[in-house]
C-alpha cells in the first residue's frame, strides 16, 4: 500500500523516527473509515477507494512539521470539504 512505502520514506531519506505498527495502525483507521463512511457518509464514494493515496499524500508534509514532543507543534487537518 502507499502508504508503506511513504512511511519508509519517511525513515530512509528523512530520518523521521516511524513507531512500529504504524502501517497496521493506518489499515485499521482506513477500515474504520469506510465502516463509518455508510452511516456518517464521511467521505464520498470516489474518494473512499482512495484512501490509501490521501493517507501517502498527508504524510508527504510530516518533515515539514518537525517534532511535536520537541518542538511543541500543533498540526489540524480540516480538509477542504
Request: charged share 20%; glycine share 8%; aromatic share 10%.
Given at each position: 500500500?502507499?502508504?508503506?512505502?511513504?512511511?519508509?520514506?519517511?525513515?530512509?531519506?528523512?530520518?523521521?523516527?516511524?513507531?512500529?505498527?504504524?502501517?497496521?495502525?493506518?489499515?485499521?483507521?482506513?477500515?474504520?473509515?469506510?465502516?463509518?463512511?455508510?452511516?456518517?457518509?464521511?467521505?464520498?464514494?470516489?474518494?473512499?477507494?482512495?484512501?490509501?493515496?490521501?493517507?501517502?499524500?498527508?504524510?508527504?508534509?510530516?518533515?515539514?512539521?518537525g517534532s511535536p514532543s520537541t518542538a511543541g507543534?500543533?498540526?489540524?487537518?480540516?480538509?477542504?470539504?
Amino acid at each position: 500500500m502507499k502508504y508503506d512505502e511513504s512511511v519508509d520514506v519517511l525513515k530512509t531519506h528523512f530520518g523521521f523516527q516511524v513507531p512500529r505498527g504504524t502501517s497496521v495502525l493506518f489499515s485499521q483507521y482506513i477500515s474504520l473509515i469506510r465502516e463509518w463512511n455508510r452511516f456518517a457518509g464521511l467521505v464520498s464514494p470516489a474518494d473512499e477507494v482512495k484512501l490509501d493515496d490521501h493517507i501517502a499524500d498527508s504524510l508527504s508534509l510530516v518533515p515539514y512539521l518537525g517534532s511535536p514532543s520537541t518542538a511543541g507543534i500543533k498540526c489540524l487537518d480540516i480538509g477542504s470539504g
